[in-house]
């Protein structure tokens, strides 16, 4: 599930006049701060092209901003906001019903002693927990003691703020990853991108959560409002379709010029674009997938497997015998390995990573569409791409009844609509939109405030995005209504590439005693 699925684009116009004595300085800066990292860690090419490095070198963007951005980069994230004595976090639309497992923190001792603590409880440290266990518990092998330590309530980082996407728009980079790895690098790196979402689904469906997280396939609809936009996305599915074949054969690109584009864009509601890319993705409501893995794994395997909120690492050192001591406001936890899943925050625990990986701040919003809107949850999901920026939309679905097509009178059809969440739209960006092109959000963890300028875009973009049916009168027309907003602290990396593996010491700076231990 991408956090927030953030990105930016930079025209090939505004690219042609960036200073070159900028980028070769960047280039340096990049190389030096990521080669100590090889190949003791491997960067699988499995994200889109950075644009954090076109950000600083673009020539009319403020210099004040871009060294306050630098340094904010290379600063300690800290851990994330709590209560007291600050302001608390902004409350996403997703929490307004906490999940009954994690609603409030126990008061359990923690265990002295475990084979593996995770950091972090998002989608990684989910994953990693499921993996260890229920693949452990199947092939028969002894289970690992395994504690996960969340600084705030379960899933209360990037995965619990995001927009529910699960999508994957590979044709924006294609042409570029072809260019930098060769095609059959780029075809290996989409497949894989574009194979998240199947895997979703099949592990919702493994722990019976389909329903209740709203998993779903739909149609992902990327609207451009910009022409050279459009045309190197079109160039970029001409060349993945080469490759992919089959995977993505029904992807397909509408273009405004022709008469049968333009009467499927009005059918859309998207006339005011310039034309849309439709492909599969899928949708899903992230802080009952998440949770409610955890929750079943607690209910499951509850002696090897413990979780504890509200229980920030701060610190991790080698004992004599090799092992980790793991600490926490709550006492001390010794293992033999610890996993880093905290995102945007792990430089606070690792300043090696520190202007390798830093946090990005993103914002969201849950909107009441007007009276015109269709119901489209269980259909399509969009983006909107603009000559700089992106935005995403996805529409929350009215649940079981309706999805299931049981509600067969108009009495029941009515009682399905009146879930309280049912419809709404979760719309989220606006990065791009703040001063200096989003440079004053770089290196932020403050989810505590919402950023004014991209508020502003995301209470209007939706109304100028979508046109409303032929025949309804303005005085029909209705706008998008804001119900909620709130900001979410992303991990990102100077070249967009994931970190994945073992730990070496030269970046743990944590005296090895013996060769049983490892941090990820």
Same mark, same amino acid.
């Given at each position: ?180 790895? *060769? =095609?059959?690098? %780029? ?7 574009? #194979?998240? &979402?199947?895997? +979703? $689904? ?76 439709? *492909? =599969?993705?899928? %949708? ?7 949770? #409610?893995? &955890?929750?079943? +794994? $607690? ?89 700089? #920026? ?56 403050d989810d505590s405030v919402l950023n004014p300028e991209a508020a502003e875009h ?63």
């Amino acid at each position: 599930v991408p956090t927030t699925n953030l990105r930016i684009k930079i025209t090939p116009d505004i690219d042609r006049k960036t200073s070159s004595s900028s980028k070769r300085f960047w280039s340096t800066y990049l190389h030096s701060r990521l080669a100590f990292l090889s190949p003791a860690i491997s960067t699988s090419q499995s994200s889109t092209m950075s644009f954090i490095p076109e950000l600083f070198a673009h020539p009319g963007l403020d210099k004040i901003a871009k060294e306050n951005a630098f340094h904010a980069c290379l600063s300690d994230p800290g851990l994330p906001l709590v209560a007291e004595p600050v302001a608390p976090a902004t409350q996403p639309y997703w929490f307004e019903t906490p999940h009954p497992q994690f609603a409030s923190p126990k008061d359990e001792e923690l265990p002295h002693e475990v084979d593996v603590v995770i950091v972090g409880s998002g989608i990684t440290g989910a994953s990693v927990a499921r993996h260890l266990l229920r693949s452990s518990k199947d092939t028969g092998l002894e289970l690992p003691r395994v504690a996960m330590l969340e600084a705030r309530e379960v899933c209360s980082g990037a995965t619990g703020r995001n927009g529910g996407h699960v999508n994957e728009v590979g044709y924006s980079d294609y042409i570029h990853l072809s260019e930098l790895y *060769g =095609r059959e690098a %780029a075809a290996k790196i989409t497949k894989f991108r574009i #194979g998240h &979402l199947d895997e +979703l $689904l099949k592990v919702a469906k493994e722990e019976g959560l389909v329903e209740e997280s709203q998993i779903r396939v739909v149609d992902s609809v990327s609207a451009f409002f910009d022409e050279t936009a459009l045309d190197v996305a079109q160039k970029g599915l001409v060349e993945m379709r080469k490759d992919l074949g089959d995977i993505v054969e029904k992807w397909a690109a509408i273009e405004k010029g022709d008469a049968e584009g333009l009467i499927e864009l009005k059918r859309l509601g998207l006339a005011s674009s310039d034309g849309c890319i439709r *492909g =599969r993705a899928g %949708a899903v409501w992230p802080y009952r997938l998440v949770p #409610g893995i &955890l929750s079943h +794994l $607690l209910r499951d395997l509850s002696d090897s497997f413990s979780v504890f909120s509200h229980t920030p690492a701060t610190n991790i050192s080698r004992t004599e015998d090799g092992h980790f001591m793991v600490e926490t406001p709550r006492g001390n936890t010794k293992t033999k390995h610890v996993v880093h899943a905290t995102n945007g925050y792990v430089g606070h625990l690792l300043p090696a990573v520190r202007g390798a990986i830093f946090p990005l701040r993103g914002q969201m919003s849950a909107q009441k569409p007007p009276g015109w809107f269709p119901y489209q949850a269980e259909e399509r999901s969009w983006n909107f791409e603009y000559e700089v #920026g992106f935005d995403y939309l996805t529409q929350i679905s009215y649940g079981k009844t309706l999805k299931s097509g049981n509600a067969s009178t108009e009495n029941e059809m009515k009682e399905a609509k009146q879930d309280a969440t049912g419809g709404d739209l979760m719309f989220g960006g606006g990065f791009a939109q703040t001063r200096n092109c989003g440079l004053e959000e770089l290196g932020v963890t403050d989810d505590s405030v919402l950023n004014p300028e991209a508020a502003e875009h995301l209470k209007t973009a939706l109304g100028k995005a979508f046109d409303p049916p032929v025949g309804v009168g303005a005085e029909k027309k209705g706008e998008f209504v804001v119900k909620s907003m709130w900001t979410g602290i992303m991990g990102f990396s100077m070249d967009s590439l994931p970190f994945v593996g073992k730990l070496p010491e030269s970046m743990t700076k944590r005296t090895v005693f013996g060769t049983n231990c490892k941090a990820t």
